[in-house]
Each structure stands twice: as C-alpha cells, then as structure tokens.
C-alpha cells in the first residue's frame, strides 16, 4: 500500500483545514487507518484512528476538534481539523494498520510522506 497525504498549509488559529490521505492498491477497506503528527522538536504522537467498519479514536488532545473519516470507494482517510490552535503545528502523517486498531506507531506497516500544519496565533 502506498499513501500520499495532502491538504496541509498555513492558517490562522481558529481556522480549519482538511488532510486527506490516498491510498494505492485494492485492499484499502482492509485496513485501519490512523493519523500521526510530529511538532517541532517532540516525538510522533498519536492523533486518531478509524477502523474497517468505520468506528474512530482519538487522542484526548484533539478530541472535539478533529474528524477522522474515510471513503473506501475513493481510497482516500480524511481529518477535518476545526477550530485550529499554534499547538497543532505539525507535520502529519497518515498510516495503514493491518492488523490493529491501535493507538501505536509501532503497529502502522506503511506511511504516507507527511504533510504540514502550520497555525498562526
């Protein structure tokens, strides 16, 4: 599988953005599809994930803020992002777990390149 993300950009705090991550291949609805992000200086942290059956998870951080949905017919993951603040800069990455759900790194087999977020205060 081979993920491209897209989406990121520039906005100001309060703004909104959507991330979408499209994947190759047609095994996409076998997948669990998560979402990362790394801010400047820390570790990748886990942002959400959305199962086969479409069930999500968040991080406590983002809840309420951040949507993650996906359409199986066109391959693609999405994260609306409402409601921006400087604290989600990041670059953010989508992955495809094949086994999973999990809230780990670890258990995501492919990535996507990463696109970046950058919220302005």
């Known amino acids: 599988v081979q993920l491209q993300a897209s989406g990121g950009g520039l906005v100001q705090a309060g703004g909104s953005l959507r991330l979408s991550c499209a994947a190759s291949g047609r095994t996409f609805s076998s997948y669990v599809m998560g979402w990362f992000r790394q801010a400047p200086g820390k570790e990748r942290e886990f942002v959400g994930y959305?199962?086969?059956?479409?069930?999500?998870s968040y991080a406590e951080s983002v809840k309420g803020h951040l949507t993650i949905s996906r359409d199986n017919a066109k391959n693609t993951v999405y994260l609306q992002m409402n409601n921006l603040r400087p604290e989600d800069t990041a670059v953010y990455y989508c992955?495809?777990?094949?086994?999973?759900?999990?809230?780990?790194?670890?258990?995501?087999?492919?990535w996507g390149q990463g696109t970046l977020v950058t919220v302005s205060s």
């Open positions: 992955a495809a777990d094949s086994s999973g759900p999990s809230y780990a790194p670890q258990s995501y087999e492919y």
């Open positions: 959305i199962s086969r059956s479409g069930y999500t």
